[in-house]
C-alpha cells in the first residue's frame, strides 16, 4: 500500500498530478495490476468452481432437493441418492485425525522450535518436509499393509475390551474403518501442522520470551504463557490447512474406510466419504442423474470445507476475545 | 546440456517417425477388464498395418459409452452392454445405430479366506445368493455346508467383499445373480455399482484381494484371471445343469457356446447361468462398440480390417493372456456383421 515513497522524476511541466503514464512507466501501477489479476484468478477459478458443479447437478438438485443431504440411501440400480452417509464419514474421519493430528503437532512443533537445539531441528525438520511431499497412495499402502493388520489384531480387541463399554467401541473389528481411516488420515497431515507451526513459533519475537523470562518465569511458562498466544493465529492456519487436506484425502482414505455408506456410532465400523465415492464411482457412472448426484457430492464437499473453515475460524474470533488478547492481528 | 539434448533429440525423432508412419490414427476409449488384450491387439496390428495407429485408453465402461456417444472417439469398449435408453440416445444424437462386438471373454469367481479350509469350497446359487443379500451369515449354514460335505467349516460370521468401484467385474457378479435369486433381482439388481445389502468395499481387484486375504472368513470376488495371475484360491460354482464347474478358459468358452445358438443379432447377450454341461456359470462377454455409419471410408475400412484380424488372428493371442477365445459359432456371426458397418 505504501506508494508515497517512489521518487517522482523531476523536470516534468505537470509535475504536481502524477499521471498514469508516469505511474505506469515507474511499475507501481504495472505492479498493482499484475497482482491484482493474480489474486483475482484465485477468486475467479473457485467461483467457477462452484458455478460449474452447481450448474451440473441440476437434476438431483430439482429430483431430491434438500433431501439429498438427510437420508442414506445409495442406488444407482433404482436412482436413489442420499449424501448423508459420505458427510458423515468425511467429517468423522476429518475430524478423528485432527483430534490425533493437532496434539501430536503442535507438541512435536513446540519441541522442534523452543527446546531442540538448533541442528536437531533442522535435521528433523527435513524429514518432515520429506513426509509433507509423499504421495497420499504410499499412505495407503501403509495402510493396506501395516495399519490395518495392527487394528484388526491389537487396536481393535484392545480398545473393545477395555472401553467396550462406549458406543465408540463397538462392532466387529474388520480392521477398516473409520477410527482406521482417522489415524491414516493424521499421519498424513501431522507433518503439515508440524511445519507450518515451528515456522511460526520460531517467528516469535525473542523480545517476547526474554521479557518472560526477565519476569522470572520458567522456560515452559513462557512458552506455553507467552510465545503459544503469540503464534496462535498462524498455528490455527496450519490446522486449517491440516483440515482441508484431510477432508479432501481420496486415495488413502478410500484403501482403508472399507467403502460402505453406513453411518453408525462405532469407529470400528466400514464407513465411506465424499471424496472416496466420487472417486470409486465416477468412471463408471453411466446415467445422468447418477452422474448428476456424484457432481453435486463435489459441490457438498466444498459447502462442508467452506462451513468447517468458517466455524474454525468464528472459534477463533471468539475465543481470542474471551482470552488474554494476545493474539495477533 | 549436451548430454540433456540427445536423449531428448532421440524422443523427437522418435515422435517424428511416428507421425509420419501412422498416416491414420483412430481413437478409442471405455472397459479396463479387456485392456491388456486390447492393447496386446492394437500393438500387434500396427506392427503389421504401420499406416494404421489405434489409440486405447482404458477409463471405464461408463466412459467409454459416454464418450463414443458424444463422438469424442471413433469407437467404444464396454463389459456390460449398453442398455435400451443408451442405445436410444447414441441413435438420436447420431441418426445411425450402434453395433456390438464380442472380443473376449472373462469370468468372476469366488474367493475366500477361511482358516483350515484349504480345498476348493463348491457354491451354489442359493448360496452365494444368500450370502450377498445377508441371510446367510455364517460358514457353517447348511446352504454351504450341503454342498460342501467332509469339509470342516467354522461356526464364523462371513466377511463379505465387494469392489467399490464401478467394475464390469461387478456388472457380471450382479447379473449372475439377478439371474439366480429373484430377491436379489427386485432389491438390487445389476450394475457396476449397486447399493449392497452388506460388506466392506475394496477398490479395484487388488483391493478386493487384499481385504479378502488379510480378513479371517472373508468372501470376496475377482475376475478370473486377476486369480489365476495371484494364485488364489478359488472355488466351484454349480451351474444350470446342476454339475459344479470350476471356472477355467475352457468351461468359459463353454457358457459361450452354450449361448451362441440363441445369441441375438445385436449381440448384446448375457451369458451368466448359461446352459451347457461343462459351462461356468459367471462369464461374459466383453464388447467393443463400432457405430455402424463412418464418414471417413478410410477409418471404417481401417476399423472393419481390424475387427477382421482380431476375429481371425487375434484370436489366438488370447490364450496366451488368460483371457478365454470366442466360440466358432460366434465369430461366424460376427464376420457377417462386419457388413452393418458402413
Known amino acids: ?329 | 546440456m549436451k548430454r540433456l539434448a540427445s536423449p531428448f533429440l532421440v524422443v523427437l525423432a522418435l515422435v517424428a517417425i511416428g507421425v509420419a508412419q501412422a498416416a491414420l490414427s483412430i481413437n478409442g476409449a471405455g472397459a479396463t477388464f479387456p485392456n491388456p488384450m486390447y492393447s496386446k491387439w492394437f500393438d500387434d496390428y500396427h506392427k503389421k498395418n504401420s499406416s494404421i495407429e489405434i489409440n486405447y485408453q482404458s477409463i471405464g465402461s461408463g466412459g467409454g459409452i459416454k464418450q463414443v456417444t458424444e463422438g469424442t472417439v471413433d469407437f467404444g469398449a464396454t463389459d456390460g452392454p449398453m442398455n435400451a435408453e443408451q442405445l436410444k440416445a447414441f441413435q438420436d444424437k447420431h441418426g445411425f445405430p450402434i453395433l456390438h462386438f464380442p472380443t473376449v471373454l472373462g469370468a468372476d469367481v469366488p474367493t475366500y479366506n477361511i482358516s483350515g479350509v484349504s480345498g476348493e469350497l463348491n457354491f451354489t446359487p442359493e448360496a452365494l445368493a444368500g450370502i450377498f443379500l445377508g441371510k446367510v451369515t455364517k460358514w457353517n449354514d447348511p446352504l454351504i455346508a450341503g454342498a460342501n460335505k467332509g469339509v470342516n467349516l467354522p461356526a464364523n460370521d462371513i466377511v463379505v467383499v465387494h469392489r467399490s468401484d464401478g467394475s464390469g467385474t461387478s456388472y457380471i457378479w450382479t447379473d449372475y445373480l439377478s439371474k439366480v435369486s429373484d430377491e436379489w433381482k427386485n432389491k438390487v439388481g445389476k450394475g457396476t455399482s449397486v447399493n449392497w445389502p452388506v460388506g466392506l468395499g475394496g477398490k479395484g481387484n487388488e483391493g478386493v484381494a487384499g481385504l479378502v486375504k488379510q480378513t479371517p472368513n472373508a468372501l470376496g470376488y475377482v475376475e478370473l484371471i486377476y486369480a489365476v495371475q495371484n494364485k488364489m484360491p478359488y472355488g466351484k460354482l454349480k451351474n444350470s445343469s446342476g454339475e459344479f464347474i470350476k471356472a477355467d478358459l475352457a468351461s468359459v468358452t463353454a457358457a459361450a457356446a452354450g449361448a451362441a445358438k440363441n445369441i441375438p443379432d445385436d449381440f448384446r447377450v448375457s451369458i451368466t447361468d448359461a446352459p451347457g454341461k461343462t459351462a461356468y456359470p459367471i462369464s461374459s462377454f466383453t464388447w467393443l462398440l463400432i457405430p455402424s455409419k463412418f464418414s471417413d471410408g478410410t477409418k471404417r475400412d481401417a476399423i472393419k480390417g481390424f475387427l477382421k484380424w482380431m476375429l481371425s488372428d487375434g484370436q489366438n493371442e488370447v490364450e496366451a493372456l488368460s483371457y478365454a477365445k470366442l466360440p466358432k459359432e460366434v465369430v461366424a456371426k460376427e464376420m457377417k456383421a462386419l457388413d452393418n458397418i458402413q
Open chain 1, 1 to 329: 500500500m505504501a506508494t508515497t515513497t517512489t521518487t517522482v522524476p523531476s523536470a516534468g511541466p505537470i509535475a504536481g498530478s502524477r499521471s498514469f503514464i508516469s505511474r505506469l512507466r515507474d511499475g507501481d501501477e504495472i505492479a498493482r495490476l499484475v497482482t491484482f489479476i493474480f489474486a483475482g484468478t484465485v477468486v475467479l477459478i473457485t467461483l467457477l468452481l462452484v458455478y460449474e458443479l452447481w450448474r451440473e447437478s441440476y437434476l438431483p438438485r430439482h429430483k431430491f432437493g434438500f433431501g439429498f443431504f438427510v437420508t442414506s440411501v445409495w442406488d444407482p440400480i433404482f436412482d436413489k441418492f442420499g449424501a448423508l452417509p459420505f458427510i458423515y464419514g468425511t467429517v468423522v474421519t476429518a475430524g478423528l485425525a485432527l483430534l490425533i493430528a493437532v496434539p501430536l503437532g503442535i507438541g512435536a512443533a513446540i519441541f522442534l522450535a523452543e527446546l531442540a537445539p538448533a541442528r536437531v531441528s533442522d535435521t528433523l525438520q527435513f524429514f518432515i518436509d520429506l513426509l509433507a511431499a509423499v504421495p497420499s497412495v504410499i499412505y495407503g499402502l501403509l495402510g493396506v499393509f501395516v495399519v490395518i493388520p495392527l487394528m484388526r489384531q491389537y487396536v481393535q480387541p484392545g480398545l473393545k475390551n477395555s472401553l467396550g463399554f462406549l458406543p465408540f467401541f463397538q462392532g466387529p473389528a474388520y480392521g477398516v474403518g473409520f477410527l482406521t481411516a482417522g489415524i491414516v488420515l493424521a499421519i498424513m497431515v501431522i507433518p503439515y501442522i508440524i511445519s507450518v507451526s515451528r515456522e511460526v513459533l520460531i517467528s516469535v519475537p525473542r523480545d517476547q520470551r526474554e521479557a518472560a523470562l526477565a519476569l522470572g518465569s520458567t522456560r515452559w511458562e513462557s512458552t506455553w504463557k507467552v510465545v503459544l498466544p503469540f503464534a496462535r493465529t498462524g498455528i490455527m492456519g496450519s490446522i486449517f490447512l491440516a483440515l482441508a487436506r484431510a477432508l479432501g484425502e481420496t486415495m488413502a482414505v478410500t484403501m482403508v474406510i472399507g467403502n460402505t455408506p453406513t453411518i453408525s456410532a462405532s469407529l470400528f465400523s466400514p464407513g465411506y466419504s465424499i471424496a472416496a465415492v466420487i472417486a470409486n464411482e465416477f468412471t463408471e457412472a453411466t446415467g445422468d442423474l447418477y452422474l448428476q448426484s456424484l457432481i453435486e457430492l463435489g459441490l457438498v464437499l466444498f459447502l462442508l470445507t467452506f462451513l468447517l473453515n468458517g466455524l474454525a475460524r468464528l472459534l477463533i474470533v471468539v475465543t481470542s476475545q474471551r482470552g488474554s488478547g494476545m493474539g495477533q492481528a
